[in-house]
């Protein structure tokens, strides 16, 4: 980093107010809100990702945090070392850790490589694909610091291309534009194929959903396979397919994959015939509501209904609405799974915690005029690893129900 404050002896001091906690700053949490901080008009004149020494309410040292006064999130934890220098090097040390974990875990380079706060990487995504990497910087500091993670990122991972993707609420909440560019090597060609769970996934790094591809659900797109031996399945919210093509790699009979986007529909097709199954795919595009509705009045069934919608509770502000919003899906969905058929309902929502997603869930499934037992609960795969300080790091939750007649 360039910023004036990135020298150590030039480093500004901020400190938490005095009745501030910061036993669970000194315990791992990672951040400072903006009614914990004193915010006088030194700190409130940094710059958006200026760097600074962190003190508790008696002046003692907490370590090196990355300021943004815009933010509700004020302070970000960096480093413990107050005098830590934060430049290639130190992004090298941190993506190194990361990618130690991730190709013990897996044999291929398709997965998530910083998965934020919980990498160490306050703010930062980073999903590869092959020689691609695609980074999220979602934190102004991350911004500002992008040249020298890119540089680290390549250096590490060896990948020929690095995609800045700068869209989504978290950039909103920072002050930061939307803005997509490749800021390294040439430019991806079309889709990259992902292999993952026996099937061919085809991931749009430029213009699709978040990175492209969504790793975390990989371990329940696997357990839904599991399930769809000779099975019907519906896979709504499928994005690219998500579910469809892995239960179809599992040996469903058929898969109906639901999404709003066309052209993700498109690349569901397109990955189910490079991965041989592409006669045993249908799609249909629609308001995934709608839909449900409309199989339930032509008296569709199926052996196994999945449904991974985005996140309807984002933030606690959106949290009743969201379970209203989970339940109305279990609702209409409920009553398409065929007797003794499994209903595999997901949250990406870190505000709904398991325990409101699960009642939320069971209320729709009730009002949908059936019953089931709950026979599996899964979460995010171990490329998202969590910060166990930090709740809003551990959001997926994937339940699968297994409906009574």
């Known amino acids: 980093m360039t910023d004036e404050t990135?020298?150590?002896?030039?480093?500004?001091v901020v400190r938490l107010k005095p009745r501030a906690e910061a036993r669970a700053i000194r315990h791992g949490f990672p951040w400072v809100y903006a009614d914990e901080l004193v915010t006088d008009r030194r700190t409130m004149a940094l710059s958006p990702g200026?760097?600074?020494?962190?003190?508790?309410?008696?002046?003692?040292p907490l370590g090196l945090v990355t300021v943004n006064p815009r933010s509700k999130i004020i302070a970000r934890m960096l480093d413990r070392d107050p005098a830590a220098r934060i430049d290639q090097a130190w992004f090298e040390a941190?993506?190194?850790r990361a990618a130690a974990l991730r190709n013990r875990l897996f044999d291929a380079p398709f997965y998530r490589l910083a998965h934020a706060e919980a990498d160490g990487l306050p703010g930062i995504v980073i999903d590869r694909f092959g020689e691609v990497?695609?980074?999220?910087p979602n934190a102004a500091w991350a911004e500002a610091a992008l040249p020298d993670l890119v540089a680290a990122l390549v250096a590490v991972s060896g990948v020929r291309t690095v995609v800045k993707n700068g869209q989504g609420r978290a950039r909103g909440l920072e002050g930061l534009a939307e803005e997509m560019a490749v800021v390294h090597g040439p430019a991806p060609q079309g889709p990259v194929p992902v292999p993952m769970n026996g099937a061919t996934y085809m991931?749009?790094?430029m213009g699709g959903q978040k990175t492209g591809l969504f790793y975390d659900q990989r371990p329940n797109h696997a357990f839904a396979a599991r399930l769809a031996r000779g099975a019907r399945v519906l896979d709504v919210f499928s994005h690219v397919g998500g579910f469809a093509l892995a239960t179809l790699a599992g040996g469903a009979e058929s898969a109906l994959a639901v999404d709003a986007s066309a052209p993700a529909l498109a690349l569901a097709g397109q990955g189910a015939s490079a991965s041989g199954f592409g006669e045993r795919l249908a799609t249909r595009q629609g308001d995934a509501f709608e839909v449900l509705e409309a199989l339930g009045a032509e008296g569709a069934r199926f052996d196994l209904v999945i449904c991974d919608p985005p996140a309807f509770a984002p933030a606690k502000p959106a949290l009743e609405a969201g379970l209203r919003a989970y339940e109305r899906i279990a609702r209409l969905a409920a009553p398409l799974v065929a007797p003794g058929g499994y209903l595999v309902l997901c949250s990406c929502s870190h505000a709904a915690d398991l325990q409101a997603f699960r009642?939320?869930?069971?209320r729709g499934i009730g009002r949908g005029g059936r019953r089931g037992q709950i026979t599996h609960?899964?979460?995010a795969g171990p490329d998202h690893p969590v910060l166990p300080q930090l709740?809003?790091?551990?959001?997926?939750?994937?339940?699968?129900f297994r409906l009574d007649g």
């Not at 709740?391 to 699968?400: G, M, P, R, T």
């Open 6 to 12: 990135s020298s150590p002896r030039a480093r500004p």
């Open 50 to 60: 200026a760097l600074a020494v962190l003190e508790d309410g008696e002046r003692r």
């Open 94 to 96: 941190r993506l190194a």
């Open 133 to 136: 990497a695609v980074v999220q």
């Open 203 to 205: 991931a749009d790094l």
């Open 359 to 362: 009642n939320a869930s069971a």
């Open 377 to 379: 609960t899964g979460f």
């Open 391 to 400: 709740a809003e790091s551990s959001y997926l939750k994937a339940l699968v």
